[in-house]
Nanobody, 124 residues
Framework: QVQLVESGGGLVQPGGSLRLSCVAS????????MGWYRQPPGKRRELVAN???????KYVDSVKGRFTISRTNANHTVFLQMNSLKPEDTAVYYC??????????????????WGQGTQVTVSS
């Protein structure tokens, strides 16, 4: 199994900043895309940002210019720097990765893995 552990959520005032971190561990053969999704209260989960192994990133329009995704391939870690936060950014943020495990010395078919989620609340 691949485990994703997130950290860095919390309560922040509008205009503030937070930095989310996510570390992947386990019997990992290879990690492909890493990214962040969020689910606001009563709404569907949406992609916030993701990055491939080459460093190409994509963002949902509502966070462009405010959020920055980065990753360290060697440590299987992905970050989300969130600046100029708005109340509408309030959500549970989930780390996601597409990765292949090693089982019995054999690389398995890539699958999607999710973290447990971290709450981000933007409020005065």
């Amino acid at each position: 199994q691949v485990q994703l552990v997130e950290s860095g959520g919390g309560l922040v005032q509008p205009g503030g900043s937070l930095r989310l971190s996510c570390v992947a561990s386990g019997c990992i053969f290879s990690i492909y895309d890493m990214g962040w999704y969020r689910q606001p209260p009563g709404k569907r989960r949406e992609l916030v940002a993701n990055m491939d192994t080459g460093g190409s990133a994509k963002y949902v329009d509502s966070v462009k210019g405010r959020f920055t995704i980065s990753r360290t391939n060697a440590n299987h870690t992905v970050f989300l720097q969130m600046n100029s936060l708005k109340p509408e950014d309030t959500a549970v943020y989930y780390c996601n990765t597409r990765a292949s495990m090693v089982v019995g010395g054999i690389a398995q078919t890539p699958a999607d893995y999710w973290g447990q989620g971290t709450q981000v609340t933007v409020s005065s």
